[in-house]
């Protein structure tokens, strides 16, 4: 199947877009089953779609008290650290709209690497939809690396994933990283799904990903193919380069 990609001329174009499908998304999902399930990602790239939906007249077309909020992947940082994907959020979007603290579902950072994913798993299994041990998200955001890897899911890592978390020891970028992601199951279950991807430095690793042969091991963005959903990337025209 052809991937759908949309094609903007910048970031700001591509963050009102993925902000569409945002508010879409939740709306469809409140009006539908009382409740929208979304799962945020960190990075540069959907900065300015927090910065967008914290904002009139995005942010009043957002059904707060009924949406919760997840993470993809956590650095195992406090929260309060710059690093904390949970700070970047709270800073840019969260803390400035009325969402409710209970419907905030953060990666317990502070704990043991392996501790924080046992305890992200339960945060899920919480608002699991049988049969599944996990929720079926109704957004999930996503970005990719240089590299190809995708949530905290690097090139190497193992392609199968039986459980819903997994504590991530990689190194990356010449540095270790000690992280906690969700695996390609659950994205894989999601409704929609949306790798957001700007700039240069990504388009040769997103043809690679989207146009290349299939190596899921190598390229762990490959690995998100969600089986009974929407994959929907939003690229703007620098990443779109090589494609």
Same mark, same amino acid.
């Given at each position: 199947?052809?991937?759908?990609?949309?094609?903007?001329?910048?970031?700001?174009?591509? *963050?009102?877009?993925?902000?569409?499908?945002?508010?879409?998304?939740?709306?469809?999902?409140?009006? *539908?089953?009382?409740?929208?399930?979304?799962?945020?990602?960190?990075?540069?790239?959907?900065?300015?779609?927090?910065?967008?939906?914290?904002?009139?007249?995005?942010?009043?077309?957002? %059904?707060?008290?009924?949406l919760h909020v997840?993470?993809?992947?956590?650095?195992?940082?406090?929260?309060?650290?710059?690093?904390?994907?949970?700070?970047q959020a709270h800073?840019?979007? #969260? *803390?400035?709209?009325?969402?409710?603290?209970?419907?905030?579902?953060?990666?317990?950072?502070?704990?043991?690497?392996?501790?924080?994913?046992?305890?992200?798993?339960?945060?899920?299994?919480?608002?699991?939809?049988?049969?599944?041990?996990w929720p079926r998200?109704?957004?999930?955001? #996503?970005?990719?690396?240089? %590299?190809?890897?995708?949530?905290?899911?690097?090139?190497?890592?193992?392609?199968?994933?039986?459980?819903?978390?997994?504590?991530?020891?990689?190194?990356? $970028?010449?540095?270790?990283?000690?992280?906690?992601?969700?695996?390609?199951? @659950?994205?894989?279950?999601?409704?929609? @799904?949306?790798?957001?991807?700007?700039? $240069?430095?990504?388009?040769?690793?997103?043809?690679? @990903?989207?146009?290349?042969?299939?190596?899921?091991?190598?390229?762990?963005?490959?690995?998100?193919?969600?089986?009974?959903?929407?994959?929907?990337? #939003?690229?703007?025209?620098?990443?779109?380069?090589?494609?």
């Open positions: 199947m052809k991937p759908d990609v949309r094609i903007f001329e910048d970031l700001n174009a591509l *963050s009102e877009a993925a902000a569409a499908l945002f508010i879409e998304s939740c709306a469809q999902a409140v009006t *539908s089953r009382g409740r929208a399930l979304v799962c945020l990602s960190g990075g540069n790239t959907p900065s300015r779609l927090y910065d967008r939906l914290a904002r009139s007249p995005y942010t009043e077309q957002v %059904d707060w008290p009924h997840f993470w993809g992947d956590e650095r195992c940082v406090p929260a309060e650290d710059l690093q904390s994907n949970y700070r800073d840019a979007l #969260l *803390s400035l709209v009325p969402l409710p603290a209970r419907n905030i579902h953060r990666v317990r950072s502070e704990m043991a690497q392996a501790d924080a994913a046992l305890a992200y798993a339960l945060t899920l299994q919480s608002v699991a939809a049988p049969p599944l041990n998200f109704d957004l999930v955001l #996503l970005g990719i690396g240089d %590299d190809g890897h995708t949530a905290s899911l690097f090139p190497g890592s193992p392609v199968a994933a039986s459980v819903p978390t997994a504590a991530v020891k990689a190194d990356y $970028e010449g540095r270790p990283a000690k992280r906690v992601t969700i695996t390609p199951p @659950v994205f894989n279950s999601a409704r929609r @799904v949306l790798f957001l991807v700007s700039g $240069e430095g990504k388009s040769e690793s997103l043809a690679h @990903v989207l146009y290349g042969s299939f190596q899921p091991e190598l390229l762990p963005a490959q690995r998100i193919r969600p089986t009974d959903g929407e994959l929907i990337w #939003l690229v703007d025209q620098a990443a779109a380069g090589s494609l």
